[in-house]
């Protein structure tokens, strides 16, 4: 059972990003499924989660319609999309996921991907 999160990278405040989850191991489309980040010296905290059926999505509030959250079963893989990047957005993003419905509570993941690095700097 393994999550792996890609798709980060340097880019420019304005800038977009796509970050992809990609699950081995067992089907994705079983559960839901979480994003979080974590900046240096910062404790890691909730950035977006969207359910088994897509139905039900749910984002911090400092995203501000900025990301948009998708999964795309067939392909065993969650996205992020990332637009309008700002500096304050720096951090290692991590996807999760869990039974049931999606969760903003990191402690309620019962499997974790390793991060990937964004950086937004000009």
């Known amino acids: 059972v393994q999550l792996q999160a890609s798709g980060g990278g340097l880019v420019q405040p304005g800038e977009s990003l796509r970050l992809a989850c990609a699950a081995s191991g067992f089907n994705l489309d079983h559960v839901g499924v979480g994003w979080f980040r974590q900046a240096p010296g910062k404790e890691r905290e909730f950035v977006a989660s969207i359910s088994r059926s897509q139905d039900i999505t749910n984002y911090a509030t400092f995203v501000k319609g900025r990301f948009s959250i998708s999964r795309d079963n067939a392909k065993n893989t969650a996205y992020l999309q990332m637009n309008s990047l700002e500096p304050e957005d720096t951090a290692v993003y991590s996807c999760?996921?869990?039974?049931?419905?999606?969760?903003?509570?990191?402690?309620?993941?019962?499997?974790w991907g390793q991060g990937t690095q964004v950086t937004v700097s000009s």
């Open positions: 999760a996921a869990k039974d049931g419905l999606p969760s903003d509570y990191d402690l309620d993941y019962d499997f």
